[in-house]
């Protein structure tokens, strides 16, 4: 039988905490729901925090090394994904465009990947350039992401190069080239966000075959397509991801629960024949670093 990665995209970053009660917020309750996931099956588990007073978006080291000892305490095993594309939002001032307005929040590349460094997850993503998102900038400059690159690689962290457009796709076919990336790659392709890539199979299919052979790929929808967009890429042997922070609801006007959006994907899958991969053999898979430590 086919397997496939199942990652559960836990909490995000986005404005959804008082959209659904069930987006986790706290170290506890986020380490909390990545367990639920792995008992209903998840590979992964795809880490942002917040802030536990505010439920905003947080880059707080502490916070995710809190949340990653939780996890790993656990008696479910799950592998863990952060993310270190904290700190890139630019709004332009309207009396200053050369500024930044309200809502701009800029890290250095050392203050992205301080989580990871820290924490040291068998994964991470890494956001593979700069996108108009919304209203926003995303901003992720070259000499920054070869920084960041060089960084994960150091840490002995797999990254998960996520594509949110097409440039994306050859900026990360150009760190591997560089010898920053090392091993087989992990592509992410982020679908549907505006303004970036839109959803749909044609678009899969360019995206996928503009990565190396050698590579891997899953792919993500968000809102109503993310279920949708599990079968599309399932079917043809893409990883998938699901979680509330891409999509809050699992059907219309009903609000999901991380767990529950990892049942429904595992149905979609068993309709393929495919299961998910258990975190055990998605390590030996993808030449993971061994969450005890070491290679």
């Known amino acids: 039988m086919q397997k496939v ?10 404005d959804t905490i008082e959209k659904n009660e069930n987006v986790p917020v706290t170290p506890q309750e ?11 099956g998840a590979t992964v588990a795809h880490i942002h925090v917040r802030d536990p007073k505010t439920g905003a978006v947080s880059h707080d080291p502490e916070l995710y090394a809190e949340t990653v000892r939780l996890i790993r305490e656990a008696d479910e095993d799950i592998i863990i994904n952060i993310t270190s594309g904290g700190g890139g939002d630019f709004i332009p001032s309207k009396e200053h465009p050369e ?7 800029i890290q250095t590349p050392e203050e992205r990947h301080r989580p990871v460094k820290d924490s040291l997850p068998e994964m991470c993503t890494l956001d593979c350039g700069s996108a108009n998102m919304g209203d926003s900038i995303y901003i992720s400059p070259a000499a920054w992401l070869r ?13 998960e190069l996520e594509c949110f457009d097409t440039g994306h796709v050859s900026f990360a076919k150009q760190l591997i080239n560089e010898g920053l990336i090392e091993g087989d790659p992990m592509f992410q392709f982020c679908l549907g966000i505006p303004w970036g890539a839109e959803n749909d199979p044609e678009t899969i299919d360019y995206l996928v075959s ?12 968000i809102g109503k397509m993310q279920l949708p967009t599990v079968k599309e890429v399932a079917k043809r042997g893409g990883n998938i991801r699901v979680g509330l922070e891409d999509n809050i609801y699992i059907s219309k006007g009903v609000k999901a629960t991380n767990e529950a959006l990892v049942e429904e994907a595992k149905k979609i899958l068993a309709e393929l024949d495919i299961e998910p991969l258990t975190p055990a053999e998605a390590r030996e898979k993808f030449n993971l670093r061994d969450p005890k430590g070491g290679q």
């Open 30 to 40: 986020i380490a909390d729901s990545a367990i639920k996931c792995a008992k209903a």
């Open 147 to 159: 920084e960041q690159a060089q960084m994960v690689k150091d840490a002995g962290v797999k990254p």
């Open 99 to 105: 500024t930044g307005g309200e809502g701009t929040w």
């Open 5 to 14: 990665v199942l990652t559960a995209a836990i909490t995000g970053a986005g």
């Open 210 to 221: 503009r990565i190396p052979e050698n590579a891997h790929w899953s792919a993500f929808g």
